[in-house]
């Protein structure tokens, strides 16, 4: 349910709310477009408002994208955007092969948090990162100073440059002011922030690390990343919650459409496991507390299911104009069709529970990506294993395809947690990796499906599918939405 508050004295009078199941949810709200309201409040509604003298109500316009045939996929070798290159962090490693192998095997990758004391908190688990080495990508001296988010997005970024052929050598030849980097973060230097804030508690100001403001925030990544490697196009973060490395494909596909850049090195980072980080999503309730068995905590569209895992890594992409890549020759992994974003302009933390943000977005990344909804049949979706966001997502995907018989709809989420900022890019290069290998990976812990879902969640098990058009979703706290269109390429 929606609350809109409008331009009426009753928008600004009638804004209490009562708890219900543990939900906060609007006494008075809207089904649909039309305002609901108990018997109770509508004395105190013609009490306060007379018809003949209440000024009108803004008219507030809503609704999905009417179905129209979709436009043309766009043929200009200048304007198609296609993927080149890809790399990550994850809690499988940093090789993309055996993260999708481990993926598609259907392992968790969820324990018991040991990078700190965690024993006092309410959650103890995570899909946290071990054993992660930067060697060859970061010096050793500034790989000591660095936030982790930072290191995470420098090897994930470095590695995809390599695997499209854009090495430092290479890169040195080419006009390094077309190629630019966009790789946003939800969090953050948190470590970096957190400590320099113990540091000023504990010890005074002047204990503060002159790296405390460099390395907490949002743009360093993007920053350091063109530091390292030259380039110097088109260079910042975005910072949209969870929702963060989809608007960051979204934003540099339209820099290479505009002309702006021939080169984008794209994607999401996230190191948010640290006591600051699960502390604050504990605070949140938004956590799963399922410490006896942490490998079946994250658990999308299960009855059974009690808040999101937390994750942790970095997934970048190359997106490149078709132009340029086969001009210098390089291997084409995939296409980028299209996306969009929107806002549920509803709840900081809680989807409209209607999904007409989500909608909305689907069907306007789809005209832009110039594909039909019946041309869609692979789903990565957002499901990060919330009581609310899960079915909402769902509602919303049931708007937009209207036979879903064809339709495979998994969550990476079951496997590796929610990687907040990062968790588009990572989701990205597993839609990709659908689409390369022709095997989508299971979504685990199935056992007790809700049943409003009655999308092919490939439960438990790997299933074989040949992807025409994949999207992936992504939504962040605020209300952000974004849908991204992926497929294979074709000359």
Avoid at 53 to 76: F, H, L, Q
Avoid at 385 to 391: K, P
Avoid at 410 to 437: D, F, P, Q, V
């Amino acid at each position: 349910m929606a609350s809109i508050a409008g331009t009426c004295p009753l928008g600004t009078l009638l804004r209490n709310n009562v708890s219900e199941n543990n939900r906060k949810m609007s006494v008075v709200h809207y089904e649909g477009l039309r305002l609901q309201m108990p018997s109770s409040l509508r004395t105190i509604q013609s009490h306060y408002i007379s018809a003949s003298s209440a000024p009108r109500c803004r008219t507030i316009k809503a609704m999905a994208s009417p179905t129209v045939a979709a436009p043309k996929r766009e043929k200009d070798p200048k304007k198609r955007v296609v993927i080149t290159g890809m790399g990550l962090v994850s809690v499988f490693g940093s090789d993309i092969d055996a993260f999708y192998n481990k993926l598609l095997e259907g392992e968790s990758g969820i324990s018991l948090i040991d990078r700190f004391d965690a024993s006092s908190f309410s959650v103890r688990f995570g899909g946290q990162i071990r054993d992660f080495s930067s060697e060859g990508y970061i010096d050793g001296k500034n790989d000591r100073r660095l936030d982790d988010c930072w290191r995470y997005c420098i090897v994930a970024g470095k590695r995809a440059l390599d695997e499209a052929n854009l090495g430092q050598q290479v890169l040195d030849t080419m006009d390094k002011t077309r190629i630019g980097v966009l790789v946003g973060t939800g969090m953050g230097g948190l470590t970096a922030f957190s400590s320099g804030v113990e540091a000023l508690i504990q010890k005074g100001y002047k204990k503060i690390t002159p790296f405390f403001i460099p390395y907490s925030i949002t743009n360093m990544g993007s920053a350091l990343l063109a530091i390292d490697t030259g380039l110097m196009g088109p260079n910042y973060s975005i910072s949209t919650a969870c929702a963060t490395a989809n608007y960051c494909f979204y934003a540099a596909a339209n820099h290479i459409r505009r002309g702006e850049a021939d080169i984008m090195v794209v994607g999401g980072t996230e190191a948010a496991i640290m006591p600051t980080g699960v502390g604050g999503f504990i605070a949140c309730r938004a956590l799963s507390q399922r410490n006896e068995d942490p490998k079946k905590a994250s658990r999308p569209w299960d009855k059974d299911r009690d808040g999101f895992v937390m994750g942790e890594g970095s997934g970048v992409l190359i997106m490149e104009s078709l132009e340029s890549a086969t001009k210098r020759g390089a291997r084409i992994i995939a296409e980028y069709l299209g996306g969009a974003v929107t806002c549920d302009a509803h709840h900081m933390t809680d989807p409209r529970s209607d999904g007409l943000g989500v909608s909305s977005c689907i069907t306007k990344s789809l005209e832009d990506a110039g594909v039909s909804p019946e041309e869609v049949n692979y789903v990565n979706a957002h499901a990060t294993s919330t009581l609310a966001g899960d079915l909402a997502e769902v509602n919303a995907i049931k708007k937009v395809f209207k036979d879903t018989s064809e339709l495979k709809m998994n969550a990476t989420k079951s496997m590796i947690g929610h990687g907040l900022g990062a968790a588009g890019g990572l989701e990205a290069i597993a839609t990709i990796k659908a689409i390369t290998t022709g095997w989508v990976h299971p979504t685990i812990n199935q056992d007790n499906l809700e049943p409003s879902v009655t999308i092919d969640t490939v439960p438990n098990v790997k299933k074989q599918h040949e992807v025409n058009v994949g999207i992936s979703n992504s939504f962040g706290f605020g209300g952000h939405n974004s849908v991204v269109v992926f497929a294979p390429f074709r000359p």
